[in-house]
């Protein structure tokens, strides 16, 4: 007998695969930490495997993100909207594809980081994980909040974390500025081109951040219905 | 007359086949949409729901399931045309038993989502019209249950949404979620306890015999509750609660408790269907046996004879036994993000709606009000995600079964009656 009529009422919920996509996205964004402390003593090998890594946990990100989108039917009825989940997805992954484009760039080059700058670049770059990892934590209420039925306690507790977010993507806004600073002081003396793409990945690891608090806006518009 | 005079025997036999044949499609389809909650949010497995449903299904079709009987028995056609021509009434209630039974296997072969209660209904319709014309229809009681298509979920979607909300409020949206569910469940218990007890007392066990006064009745109903609200209170606190669970909100704990909770609802809920749907098959069965036994005269009100109650909830039984595992097993994957207290909350009403219109002697569709609670539980915001299009064509199918029903139980009313030459 085939499965009973009356159960497809029940859709598979996007919400379980949503909280495990973010988990994975936030882990290739942390694998960066250990990447770079091999980048900065210039053991390539070593960081090419965790760039491997990186780029696995990338495509297993996408292939979730392709499974939500596939298995979020019209006419859902869902608690939340089906656009804002699409849109939530596809920040989150980009999270994955920033982490996966830095790692690349830098084994691409063999790009060293100048030690006067390593200290400030590695609490720079922990920072801007500690964001993905509280953007994951707060996408991992998400079914508390369904729970609750999108209101009372629940999300001032969900708020008060995107608070949170707000505040380390402020933190990470002006390490990015003492970051650049330092870089220029000493710009003189490094190959010119080597600096362009330095430029380009402190950059880059600050949008990790940057992505993270969108996300986390995200959520929030969708509280805010 | 001859016939009844003749074939007797045979007749009964024969509507006891058919009516055992529908009882054990409703068992085999109908009981997974009623358990199906239950083992979706993980509360119950395979093997216990098909134990408390064989259990529950039987109590409920013999404690509290005589009143709807007597509606589609009576309710939906006119017997005054009958009087002269009673075998016609007789061979008619046979086919329509066997349309409805070929229905709803031929659909759920099919993976269709019929309501039994509308092939039934249905299919009466059709062999009365083709029997004596459209003038034996009380058309206002078929207006009654085309309305009840949009009251019914109504009211159960209402049930649900009332009873989420409140476990929300009093639960869930607190400081301290564990100890209110500890404190709160139980009374939900007992509340469970008490519609299924009153129900019983008030409608069921004059069946068997015993009758209790109103205050008794209510005193009893409300021992029951507390009864079931104390035995609640012990498994709820001989349970393991793991203080590393989640952080914050002890929402899994939470939800610990109310799978118990549902262990209780999904007994309800096979109550109340058995209460509701063993009528369907047995209903024209007892109408069959009545004439047989009178020979051959409609009676206006006649007693049930002892063996049609039991056979109904046996049928049901078997057919949950036989087929019924599958049908539950698909339940268990691919159902949505549904926890304990969400099922609870569609369950309880959906319940407690089949329950009090069993009360009420109006047949409707277990199905309905199932859908109608999901869909109140998801208008809280409580369910991740419901399939929109299903449950439109859900409706869909709840409106097409009338004329199928009908259709079916014209072709097989003829051949029958080239059987008996009548």
Same mark, same amino acid.
């Given at each position: ?225 | ?95 329509? !038993? ?11 072969? !099919? ?18 019209? @083709?029997? @004596? ?12 249950? %085309? ?26 949206? +607190? ?9 709160? %469940? ?13 129900? +019983? ?8 015999? %015993?009758? !209790? ?50 262990? !209780? ?158």
């Amino acid at each position: 007998m085939p499965s009973n009529a009356f159960l497809g009422v029940f859709a598979k919920s996007p919400i379980k695969p949503i909280e495990e996509h973010i988990k994975i996205v936030h882990q290739a964004s942390e694998t960066l930490i250990p990447f770079f402390n091999h980048a900065f003593k210039g053991e390539w090998t070593e960081a090419d495997a965790l760039r491997v890594q990186i780029r696995n946990l990338e495509r297993e990100a996408d292939t979730l993100k392709r499974e939500v989108r596939l298995h979020l039917p019209r006419g859902l009825f869902m608690p939340v909207e089906r656009t804002d989940l699409l849109e939530l997805i596809t920040h989150q992954d980009k999270i994955a594809n920033k982490a996966k484009d830095i790692a690349g760039r830098v084994i691409g080059r063999d790009l060293e980081i100048p030690e006067s700058i390593q200290a400030d670049f590695l609490a720079y770059l922990t920072r801007c994980v500690d964001a993905t990892k509280q953007a994951s934590e707060a996408i991992n209420e998400f079914d508390e909040l369904l729970e609750t039925g999108f209101r009372g306690r629940e999300v001032a507790l969900v708020e008060k974390m995107l608070v949170e977010l707000d505040a380390i993507e402020e933190d990470t806004d002006e390490m990015q500025i003492r970051i650049r600073k330092g870089l220029r002081n000493i710009e003189s003396e490094l190959n010119p081109i080597d600096v362009m793409f330095l430029y380009k990945i402190i950059e880059w690891v600050g949008e990790l951040a940057d992505i993270a608090e969108r996300v986390g806006s995200r959520l929030e518009l969708m509280l805010a219905r | 007359m001859d016939i009844i005079a003749s074939y007797g025997t045979l007749l009964i036999i024969i509507a006891a086949a058919v009516g055992f044949f529908m009882a054990y499609g409703i068992g085999a389809n109908d009981v997974a949409n009623a358990m199906g909650t239950s083992v979706g949010s993980k509360a119950l497995t395979i093997k216990q729901a098909i134990i408390i449903a064989m259990i529950f299904e039987f109590a409920g079709a013999y404690l509290a399931g005589g009143e709807v009987t007597s509606t589609i028995r009576k309710g939906i056609i006119d017997a005054t045309p009958f009087m002269d021509i009673p075998e016609l009434m007789v061979l008619g209630m046979i086919s329509a !038993l066997f349309a409805a039974g070929t229905w709803l296997l031929l659909a759920s072969m !099919l993976g269709w989502p019929v309501s039994t209660t509308h092939s039934i209904i249905g299919a009466i319709i059709g062999f009365a019209l @083709v029997a @004596v014309g459209s003038e034996a229809i009380q058309w206002g009681k078929v207006a009654g249950i %085309v309305g009840s298509w949009i009251v019914t979920p109504a009211i159960s979607g209402f049930i649900a949404y009332l009873i989420f909300m409140s476990a929300q409020k009093l639960i869930f949206d +607190t400081d301290k979620p564990l100890e209110n569910a500890k404190r709160f %469940v139980p009374v939900y218990m007992g509340l469970a306890g008490f519609v299924m007890s009153l129900v +019983t007392i008030k409608k069921g066990l004059k069946h068997i015999g %015993v009758n !209790l006064g109103t205050v008794e009745g209510y005193a009893l109903a409300i021992g029951i509750a507390v009864l079931v609200g104390f035995i609640g209170k012990m498994a709820i606190n001989r349970l393991k609660i793991d203080p590393n669970a989640d952080k914050q909100m002890h929402f899994n704990n939470v939800e610990k408790v109310f799978a118990i909770l549902m262990v !209780l609802t999904a007994c309800c809920m096979a109550f109340a269907h058995g209460s509701n749907d063993v009528a369907n098959a047995i209903g024209p069965l007892a109408a069959v046996v009545n004439i047989v036994e009178h020979n051959g005269e409609i009676a206006k009100k006649a007693a049930l004879a002892w063996w049609i109650l039991p056979l109904g909830g046996l049928g049901i039984v078997v057919g949950l036994a036989v087929l019924g595992k599958k049908v539950i097993k698909t339940i268990g994957e691919g159902i949505t993000h549904l926890t304990p207290s969400r099922g609870f909350a569609a369950e309880l009403a959906a319940a407690s709606t089949v329950v009090i219109a069993s009360g009420t002697g109006l047949p409707i569709s277990t199905t309905q009000t199932l859908v109608g609670a999901v869909l109140g539980v998801g208008m809280a915001r409580g369910i991740a995600a419901l399939n929109m299009g299903v449950i439109r064509n859900i409706v869909v199918s709840w409106v097409i079964t009338l004329p199928v029903g009908a259709a079916l139980a014209i072709v097989i009313f003829y051949i029958l009656r080239s059987a008996f030459g009548v």
